[in-house]
């Protein structure tokens, strides 16, 4: 009987010290629902920081009745407005990692480089205001945590009609590098993930269009855009949730700085 009872706390112990709790920013999109699910799904703690309260609403309810025994909390987090962000919800809440999904940078309607208004409009809300977060958020943070930056496979790849993303994105995995020193004190690693086309609504939606355009199918379009991935698929969100699991997990002990594309060897094939 002492024996059961021992065990039996040395479970309960175990299982209070490994709960970690990871920061989303921003996780109402494909990839952050993805990335939430796994995350509760592995026993992690999730803090989802986002700007759409309705969103993360419908998203936390999903999470609660699927987890309920997970600790899940929303923070609204209106970083477009650098003046607005406020930290204070996470006073008590020590973070193990961080995921940083910032917004899609909007096209360039500019034949060429964007013109200066443009720039400062996206530049803000798509890397500099996200990155002040970041900065923000190492006294919240504990010892050998993780950071995990959602940059794009335009910083590995040029693509003429993303003018902006192709700054922007590779604006991130510089930022990587200050930012993993500025982490140091507190061994925090610091990583990007760069996908490729994955298979969200938002690029069947584009796959659908060009299909339609050439008056064939879906799958036909589809077959013919993936013959420069060395895999002949796209990815799916899970793919990259996966990922970023293991760069936010002490599988990643000894990964510091690393930009990680998921695309399928497509960005390496040329």
């Not at 999903?62 to 909390?73: D, F, T």
């Not at 959602?150 to 994105?169: A, D, H, K």
Request: proline fraction near 5%.
């Amino acid at each position: 009987m002492r024996i059961f009872f021992v065990v039996f706390v040395s479970w309960v112990w175990t299982s209070v010290v490994s709960a970690k709790t990871i920061l989303i920013l921003v996780a109402t999109g494909e990839l952050g629902v993805a990335i939430s699910h796994l995350l509760c799904e592995k026993d992690y703690d999730i803090v989802v920081a986002v700007r759409d309260k309705d969103k993360a609403d419908k998203l936390i309810g999903n999470l609660k009745s699927r987890y309920p025994n997970k600790a899940i909390s929303y923070m609204h987090m209106d970083y477009s407005k650098p003046a607005a962000i406020d930290l204070s919800a996470l006073n008590g809440i020590a973070l193990d990692g961080v995921v940083v999904i910032p917004p899609r940078p909007a096209f360039s309607t500019t034949v060429g480089i964007p013109t200066k208004e443009e720039w400062d409009a996206v530049f803000a809300l798509t890397y500099s205001s996200p990155l002040e977060v970041v900065r923000r958020l190492e006294p919240y943070m504990n010892k050998e945590g993780s950071v995990v930056i959602m940059s794009g496979i335009t910083s590995e790849q040029y693509i003429p009609t993303y003018q902006n993303s192709n700054v922007i994105r590779l604006a991130w995995t510089g930022a990587i590098k200050n930012l993993m020193h500025q982490f140091s004190q507190k061994s925090i690693r610091v990583n990007a993930i760069s996908p490729g086309t994955i298979l969200t609504e938002f690029n069947k939606s584009k796959i659908q269009k060009r299909a339609e355009s050439k008056g064939i199918c879906f799958e036909e379009e589809l077959k013919r855009s993936i013959s420069n991935v060395p895999l002949k698929q796209y990815g799916q969100p899970m793919d990259v949730a996966k990922v970023a699991y293991f760069l936010l997990s002490d599988l990643a002990s000894h990964v510091n700085g690393v930009n990680l594309p998921i695309d399928g060897g497509e960005s390496l094939s040329y």
